[in-house]
C-alpha cells in the first residue's frame, strides 16, 4: 500500500501566549513605568521639566522591506532604527516602544520573536522599555507599526523651523550608504554567472554598505549634545533623501539654501561602490534615504564650539552648504562652480508607489 506523504501543518500561533511570550522576553518595569503590558492601556510617569516625544512609522511588505533581501532580524532592527532616529532629531531621550503586528498566514511565532529579537536589538543601547502593542491577522503580507516616546528637557527639543539666514548647514556621518546597500541585495550575488560586477568590489566595502542599509545606527547620541547644548537651530533626520529632507527644513524654517555637492560625505565603500559600477556620487548623495543621518543648521557663532566639541566627543560632522533668504529657493554648487536649482530626488510615497521602496 502507498503512503502519503501530507505536508507539514504551519504552527498555529495563539495571540494570548505569543503576548505572554513577549512580555516576559522583553517586558521592562522601572519606576517611571507605572503599567505596562498585560492592561488596556500603559501607564507612565512624567516629569514638569520635561517634554514627551512621541513618533510612529508603518512598515508594510513590499513597500519598505522585501523578505527575499532581509531577515525578519534585520526588519525588526530597521524599524526600531528608524523610530529612533525620529527621537535623535528632536535631541531627545528615547525611552518606551509600543509595537503593533499583522501576521500573515505563511507567519509563524518564531518570525515574530525573530523580528522582536531585531527590534530590540536596536533599542537595548538606548535602555528602550517595551510596555504594550497588539497583533492581528492579516491577508495580505506583514504589517508592523511601531511607536515611540522620548523625553527631552523642556525647550530643548530640535525642530525643522529654527533654521536662519547665515546659517552653516551639517551632516552626520556619511551619505549614500544605505541605497548603495540596497542595490547591492537586488543584484545577483557575487561570483554567479548573472554577477556582470564580478570582482569589482571587496568583500569588506560589499558587507560594510549591506549592513548600513539592515543595521542603521540612529544617531541618538548626537542629537542629546546638539539639543543640550543648544548647538543646532534646526534639524531633521534623513530617512527621505538629502534633497527631500533639506527642503522639510526650508519649508518650516522658510529659508532657501546652498548645497556645496563636492562637500557632500561619502564613505570610502560607497565611493568604491560608485566607481565599479559607474555611477553618478551626487544623485547617490542626494537621492539615498535611510542612512538615518542628521542634517541641522548651526548659527555662525557656534560653528567653533560645534567642531571643538565634536573633535573631543568623536562625532563625525561635515559642512555641506549655507541657509540662504526664501528667494533664494535651494541651489547646488558643483565641483566646477557652476550653480543650479536642487532637484527633489528624494522617496516619496503614493508618487513612486510603482516602484516598491525596500
Known amino acids: 500500500m502507498a503512503s502519503t506523504v501530507r505536508p507539514k501543518a504551519r504552527p498555529t500561533i495563539h495571540e494570548f ?29 512624567s516629569q514638569a521639566d520635561e517634554w514627551t516625544v512621541l513618533t510612529t512609522d508603518l512598515l508594510t511588505e513590499g513597500i519598505h522591506f522585501d523578505l527575499r533581501t532581509a ?80 523625553i527631552v528637557p523642556r525647550r530643548k527639543a530640535l525642530f525643522r523651523s529654527g533654521a536662519r539666514v547665515g546659517d552653516f548647514l551639517y551632516v552626520t556621518g556619511t551619505i549614500g550608504d544605505s541605497l548603495a546597500g540596497l542595490k547591492l541585495l537586488n543584484e545577483p550575488s557575487p561570483g554567479t554567472k548573472r554577477d556582470p560586477w564580478a570582482a569589482t568590489l571587496s568583500m569588506k566595502h560589499r558587507q560594510f554598505l549591506i549592513k548600513r542599509h539592515l543595521r542603521p545606527i540612529a544617531r541618538i547620541a548626537e542629537g542629546q549634545w546638539l539639543s543640550t547644548h543648544r548647538l543646532a537651530t534646526s534639524a ?5 533623501g538629502l534633497s527631500g529632507d533639506l527642503r522639510h527644513i526650508c519649508e518650516e524654517s522658510h529659508v532657501g539654501a546652498d548645497i556645496d555637492l563636492s562637500a557632500l560625505p561619502l564613505s570610502p565603500a560607497c565611493r568604491a561602490y560608485i566607481t565599479s559600477r559607474k555611477l553618478d556620487p551626487v544623485y547617490l548623495a542626494l537621492t539615498g534615504g535611510e542612512d538615518y543621518e542628521l542634517l541641522f543648521t548651526v548659527s555662525p557663532r557656534q560653528r567653533q564650539r560645534l567642531e571643538r566639541t565634536a573633535i573631543e566627543k568623536g562625532f563625525s560632522l561635515t559642512c555641506i552648504g549655507t541657509i540662504h533668504p526664501f528667494r533664494f529657493g535651494m541651489q547646488a554648487l558643483s565641483s566646477r562652480g557652476q550653480r543650479r536649482r536642487l532637484i527633489n530626488t528624494s522617496y516619496e510615497h503614493f508618487t513612486n508607489q510603482l516602484q516598491p521602496r525596500r
Open 236 to 240: 531633521i533626520d534623513i530617512s527621505d
Open 71 to 150: 531577515t525578519m532580524a534585520d526588519i525588526g532592527f530597521r524599524a526600531a532604527a528608524a523610530n529612533l532616529s525620529d527621537i535623535a532629531a528632536m535631541g531627545a531621550t528615547p525611552q518606551y516602544l509600543l509595537i503593533s503586528l499583522a501576521i500573515p498566514r505563511t507567519g509563524t511565532s518564531r518570525h515574530v520573536y525573530q523580528l522582536y529579537r531585531g527590534m530590540m536589538a536596536a533599542c537595548r543601547p538606548h535602555h528602550v522599555g517595551l510596555i504594550g502593542g497588539d497583533t492581528s491577522a492579516s491577508s495580505s503580507g506583514w504589517f508592523l507599526s511601531v511607536t515611540l516616546i522620548g
Open 17 to 45: 501566549d505569543l503576548i505572554r511570550a513577549l512580555h516576559r522576553r522583553h517586558g521592562r518595569r522601572s519606576p517611571s513605568v507605572i503599567q505596562g503590558i498585560g492592561d488596556d492601556a500603559a501607564v507612565i510617569t
